[in-house]
């Protein structure tokens, strides 16, 4: 009888179960705030490389002098400043005709920083999808950026790359212009 009671009186006792409860939840509702925190930051740090490029391409279409090689890599440090990233970001400009009699986008000039490979005929397609319909002989500057995101847990083996394209039309000039040699 009394090992009976016993047994009741500890399947009746409730004392303790609070601390065993918190022991098993909190790591579980500390792994989910961070989770959260960490897609938050995934996805600030794409809305300000968006953003980035949109100002890289305003920047580009105001512009009525040549540009060279030196303006490009300046404009990669102003997209370092703008997404404020420590990693690694690379910008590729093209600029694109639109020929209406032949249908087809002729690629006027492209420049890439950071190693990146320049849009040629060849590579032109793959940018053609983004072009939005240009009238005849019309050109439009395509601005290509890339910026690597580790999140700061670096759950990631390797970092990922937010990519993004912008096409703006020249606005006080007819076309950008490469600085020739």
Do not use: C
């Not at 009186?9 to 509702?29: H, K, N, Q, T, Y």
């Amino acid at each position: 009888m009394k090992f009976r009671n016993k047994i009741k009186r500890f399947s009746d006792d409730s004392f303790g179960g609070l601390s065993v409860e918190a022991v098993m939840i909190i790591p579980l509702l500390l792994w989910a705030f961070l989770g959260l925190f960490v897609l938050f930051d995934s996805f600030h740090a794409k809305a300000t490389n968006v953003k980035a490029s949109a100002m890289i391409g305003d920047l580009l279409s105001r512009e009525t002098n040549e540009i060279n090689a030196a303006y490009m890599d300046g404009l990669n440090d102003v997209l370092d400043f703008l997404t404020h990233s420590p990693h690694d970001t690379i910008m590729r400009v093209s600029v694109v005709r639109y020929d209406g009699a032949e249908d087809e986008h002729i690629l006027v000039w492209s420049h890439a920083t950071a190693g990146k490979e320049m849009i040629t005929e060849g590579t032109l397609s793959t940018i053609v999808p983004h072009i939005p319909v240009v009238q005849d002989a019309g050109s439009v500057i395509v601005v290509e950026t890339w910026m690597a995101y580790v999140p700061f847990l670096n759950i990631a083996i390797e970092p990922l790359w937010f990519q993004n394209t912008v096409v703006t039309s020249p606005r006080f000039a007819p076309q950008l212009k490469w600085e020739s040699a």
